[in-house]
């Protein structure tokens, strides 16, 4: 049996077992006793909802890891990457746009496999539990758009990569690398203004006392900024969140109009601060120069596969080309990126623990920032015991009970 084609069957299928173990520990790990952290927070009712919440969403997702796992465990065997490219080849000429046509039909069945999925998840799951505000419109146009801008910035994006590594040699990856690092970073300052109006409406925030609250922080901290922001989250969801957004003198506070709605000045203004402290303690460069470095790595290791002959039998593919050899690779590279992935979320975990102990430290309230994250929590249907494999393998932030204790035992002794 070709070496390649076991290794990857291995991986698929030991990743999802994996999955299915973090899961089952994660559903046993549920209590339906309180933590008395949340003792005046959550009543009986709506705790037991938020548990029946993530144990739906966990069996669905499951249900849909199964699926897709089978899908792909069968289609590679049966030479279904052979089939495609033979469908692409038919359809145009030339290593790009064949590659072109062939990475779109392989997003378009896997987006039509994964759309029934994406259906059930947000009108029948999240609508249950009260969370969907998503209208069949917005969510085609959701779609619609999301396709157009995989066509318009993925197939530039694409072709370059397949153009480098056919005419630049053994030095491909490091002009792949720089070119793609470039792209990424055009992006981060773009995106605000450019792609995400297209999915939300960001409005000024209002004058008053909110905004006069941050204004005063910022120019506290030297934090300079392009504006506060609301954003109609609650046009598909009512569930709550904040973020900062873009670099330098583009950089943008924004804040979901639900997460407004449910909480004080000063539970905004330390969830703002705690955002803020991500950008003044530098994670966010750590983060992306990590993002950076891992692009280049796996680079690196794809130039050394790209176009290799055993990899390529693994498929049942008749031709070797660049823009095939692009998409194998993911497989083999999957084991590595959970690694990382781990290592990653490990740093996070800490970063979130660092900006909490910021937004504590330069605000002076602590209170009200243990009281907006337990008011997150609630209002999302967090869970609340997260089994402790779970939280290593796959959460970026602490659970918040860490989270709370973390700010009692830097802070005043006096918080309960």
Known sequence: MNFYLLFILLVLAGDFLLDLIVEWLNLRRLDHRLPKDFVGYYDEEKYFRSQQYTRERTRFGLLHGSLATTAILAFIP????????????????????????????LSLMTGILSLPFSIYSTFVIEEKYGFNKTTAKTFVMDLLKGFLLMLILGGPLLAMVIWFFSVAGKSAWIIVWIAITTVQLFMTYIAPVVIMPLFNKFTPLEDGELKRAVEVYAQEQGFKMKGLFRMDGSKRSSKTNAFFTGFGRFRRIVLFDT?????????????????????????????????????????????????????FAAFKMEHISIYAGLVFFGFLYTPLSSILSIVMNYFSRRHEL???????????????????????????????????????????????????????????????
């Open 259 to 311: 997460l407004i709605e449910k909480h004080s000045v000063d539970e905004l203004l330390a969830i703002i601060a705690h955002e803020m402290g991500h950008y003044k303690l530098r994670h966010i460069m750590k983060l992306a120069i990590a993002s950076i470095l891992e692009t280049g790595f796996l680079l690196f290791l794809l130039s050394f596969f790209i176009r290799n002959p055993g990899l």
């Open 78 to 105: 049966l030479g279904g990457f052979n089939i495609i490219d033979h469908l692409a080849r038919r359809l145009a000429q030339g290593p790009i746009l064949t590659g072109l046509v062939y990475v779109l039909i």
């Open 354 to 416: 660092d900006a909490d102990r910021y937004a504590v430290q330069t605000t002076r309230k602590a209170e009200a920032f243990i009281v907006a994250l337990k008011k997150l929590s609630v209002e999302n249907l967090s869970n609340l015991t997260p089994h402790p494999l779970k939280v290593f393998l796959e959460y970026s932030h602490p659970p918040v009970s860490q989270r709370i204790h973390s700010i009692i035992d830097c802070h005043t002794p006096n918080i309960s």
